[in-house]
C-alpha cells in the first residue's frame, strides 16, 4: 500500500513540475472477446400465412471462442490495438512482439514522442517481474 502512495505523490511532484506530463502518457489494458454470431430476430423474420405455425427460436448461447484484445490510447485519442491469435497465450516474447509494434505506431502516428523519454507507458496489469527478467533493457524498460 505504501508504495502505491510513494507512486501517486511522485506522479502528483512530475505533474506540478511539468504540466504537460499528463498528456505524454500511453496507456493500455486487455479484455477477452466472445466471438458470437447471433442472428438477431429482424434478420430471422419470415412470412407466414394466418394459418401457418410459429417458428421456433433457437436459443443463443455464449460462444467459447475467445479472443483477447488490447487497446493502447493516449490524450490524443487511439494509438494502436492489437488481437492477439485464437488460442495464443500472452506470455513474455508475445508481449514483446506487442511492445515492438506498438513501438512501431508510436513512432508513425505520433512523431512528437520520437525520442524515448518523451513518453511513458503505463499498462495496467502487467507483471512486474516480465521488465526485470526478460524485455530488452532499455528498449520498454528503465
Excluded at 121 to 133: A, I, K, M, N, Q
Amino acid at each position: 500500500m505504501q508504495l502505491r502512495l510513494d507512486a501517486c505523490g511522485d506522479l502528483i511532484d512530475m505533474a506540478d513540475q511539468n504540466p504537460n506530463f499528463p498528456k505524454t502518457i500511453v496507456t493500455g489494458d486487455k479484455t477477452w472477446c466472445l466471438r458470437n454470431d447471433p442472428e438477431g430476430k429482424r434478420h430471422s423474420i419470415e412470412w407466414q400465412g394466418p394459418g401457418s405455425p410459429k417458428s421456433k427460436k433457437v436459443r443463443n448461447e455464449k460462444s467459447c471462442i475467445k479472443t483477447m484484445f488490447m487497446v493502447f490510447f493516449d490524450s490524443e485519442g487511439l494509438v494502436h490495438t492489437e488481437f492477439l491469435p485464437e488460442g495464443t497465450m500472452l506470455n513474455v516474447s508475445m508481449y514483446v512482439e506487442i511492445l515492438k509494434s506498438l513501438l512501431h505506431r508510436i513512432k508513425r502516428v505520433r512523431p512528437h514522442y520520437a525520442k524515448q523519454g518523451d513518453w511513458a507507458l503505463f499498462h495496467d496489469h502487467t507483471l512486474p517481474f516480465w521488465c526485470r527478467s526478460s524485455l530488452p533493457r532499455g528498449e520498454f524498460c528503465p
